[in-house]
């Protein structure tokens, strides 16, 4: 239980100081600003205690293989090489899902395949049985990043997104929920700094609201409409 091990906490873009700080609340180790992501050591109570607590973290992995490929046949051997017994057994209902930026490799859905190729030629060379591809509520979720020609694969022990957390499962709400309360954690800079990176000025001016809506109460109302009124200005909607 007290063994450290490399973790990584996903989040959206322009909230990874909020979340570093929310690890360092919580006792992480090595916490380090990523690209949409903030990495980290620390133990299993840890790991359980991010799923539970983080409220600027999508989802929670744990990286159990990092290595450089030029194309999906090499993911494939280096996937294949992984202990998987480790982690899983032939009754294990596993999903895997990929993200990719990189110019070598263009499908990440065919990274996928080539992954779960592998899984089940480890456990057909081992016992002669295939596990099972469980796509709804899997034991195992494993997520694949690449960037560039560096591919990392990691268990996902969020499993799914983690403001989906016990409540509102299935909700069809317009703005995340995680992300409101997200946003109420931004202060100074760190929202200035979020909203610049936001795709669109429809999509920022959501979030500024959803921010200001999700706010304690307690706050200057006065400031806030002015603080609005600047940020409107700003973008040439008055």
Sequence with gaps: MNQEFQMLAKTFKGLEEVLAGELVELGANNVQIERRAVSFTGDKRLLYTANMCLRTASRVLVPIATFRAKDADAVYEHAKQIDWSQYMTLKTGFAIDATVYSDTFRHSQYVTYRVKDAIADYWMEREQK????????????????????TVTISLDSSGDSLHKRGY???SNAALNTGLAQQLSRCRGQQLDSFFKRQATTYQTLSYYVCYYSAS?????TNQK???????LKDFQYN
Excluded: C, G, M, W
């Excluded at 034991?139 to 690449?146: A, F, K, Y």
């Excluded at 304690?216 to 200057?220: F, K, T």
């Design 130 to 149: 295939r596990p099972s591809v469980k796509l709804t509520s899997p034991d195992l979720s494993l997520n694949v990043h690449i960037a560039a020609e």
């Design 168 to 170: 509102r499962a299935n």
């Design 216 to 220: 304690n109460l307690q706050e200057n």
């Design 225 to 231: 409409y002015q603080d609005i009124q600047i940020f």
